[in-house]
C-alpha cells in the first residue's frame, strides 16, 4: 500500500476508547458515529449465564464491543447483523482489536430477509438501537452511512420488531431504545411480534417538570403473560448545560459492581 493510500485509511477512521482506554472503537470519520443511545441500551439488560445475543444493526459493533466488556463471561456467544458493508467491517475489525472474536461473529445481512441468515428462535436476548427516524423526518446527513443508520430507509419499525421476534425463543428478551414521543406506535409493533412490554425506562436530558422525556427503554419478552414495571427516570445530565448524571457517569466507569447483578435476576421470566 502506498504512502498516500495510507495515509488515507487511516484517516477514514478514528480510534475511540471507553473504559478509561480499556475498550476501543474505530468509527468512520465521516459516517456514523454512535452516541449515549448505544451507551444506554447496551446496559439496559445484563445478559444471564450462558445468554446468546443478537445485536441487531450492530454499525461499528459498539453494543456488542460494551456488552462484551462488561458481560463477557455470561455471554456464550454473540451475533451481531449490519446491512451496510463498510460498518460491518468496522465492527468485525472492532471485535478483533478488543479480542472478542473467539465468542462473536459479524454477519452482514438484511434483518428483512432474516429467515435466510438466522435461524429462528435461536437467540435468548436480542438488543437493539434501531433508526429513530421515518423516512424524510428528523434531521437529515449527506453521508448515505449516517443517513441509513439514523433514518428507517432500509427498514421500518415493523419489520426490526419482526426480526427481533423471529430470532427469539419463548421467554427471550427485547432491550430496544425508541424516541419517546413514538412510544405508542413501538408498543403496537412490539404486540404484534408476540413481545410484551416487562421493563420501560423513560430517559430524560436533565431533571425538570416541563422536560418531556427524550427516549425510552424497553425490555419486552416474547410470548410473556401480562404484568410489567416501569423504573424510575433516568438522566443524562444532571441539570441543564451540566455534566453527566452520576447514573450515566457509572455507565462509563471502567469497572462497577453495581452494573452485574445476580445473573438469575438480570431477564424477567415468562
Not at 495515509?7 to 459516517?31: I, Y
Request: net charge positive; hydrophobic share 40%; glycine share 8%.
Amino acid at each position: 500500500m502506498s504512502e498516500q493510500k495510507r495515509r488515507e485509511a487511516t484517516d477514514a477512521v478514528s480510534r475511540d476508547s471507553l473504559f478509561d482506554g480499556r475498550l476501543s472503537c474505530l468509527q468512520h470519520r465521516r459516517g456514523y458515529r454512535f452516541s449515549v443511545d448505544a451507551v444506554l441500551v447496551a446496559h439496559f439488560l445484563p445478559p444471564s449465564q450462558g445468554a446468546v445475543v443478537l445485536d441487531l444493526g450492530t454499525g461499528c459493533g459498539i453494543i456488542s464491543l460494551i456488552m462484551m466488556y462488561r458481560w463477557g463471561e455470561r455471554i456464550k456467544e454473540l451475533t451481531a447483523l449490519e446491512i451496510q458493508p463498510g460498518l460491518a467491517a468496522l465492527a468485525r475489525r472492532n471485535l478483533e482489536a478488543n479480542t472478542f472474536h473467539d465468542k462473536c461473529r459479524v454477519v452482514e445481512g438484511d434483518l428483512r430477509q432474516i429467515a435466510t441468515i438466522l435461524a429462528p428462535e435461536a437467540f435468548s436476548q436480542v438488543v437493539c438501537n434501531p433508526p429513530f427516524y421515518r423516512h424524510g423526518s428528523g434531521r437529515t446527513s449527506a453521508n448515505k452511512e449516517a443517513l441509513a443508520a439514523r433514518h428507517q430507509i432500509l427498514c421500518g419499525l415493523d419489520e426490526i420488531v419482526a426480526a427481533a421476534a423471529f430470532a427469539l425463543r419463548t421467554g427471550g428478551s427485547l432491550a430496544m431504545i425508541y424516541p419517546a414521543e413514538a412510544l405508542a406506535e413501538l408498543t403496537v409493533a412490539l404486540a404484534a411480534g408476540d413481545l410484551e412490554i416487562k421493563r420501560l425506562q423513560c430517559v430524560y436530558s436533565y431533571p425538570d417538570p416541563a422536560e418531556p422525556a427524550r427516549m425510552v427503554l424497553v425490555q419486552a419478552v416474547k410470548r410473556a403473560g401480562r404484568g410489567g414495571q416501569i423504573l424510575p427516570p433516568l438522566y443524562i445530565y444532571g441539570q441543564r448545560h451540566g455534566a453527566y448524571s452520576q447514573e450515566m457517569q457509572r455507565l462509563y466507569r471502567a469497572n462497577d459492581h453495581d452494573l452485574t447483578p445476580d445473573p438469575g435476576q438480570a431477564q424477567e421470566r415468562k
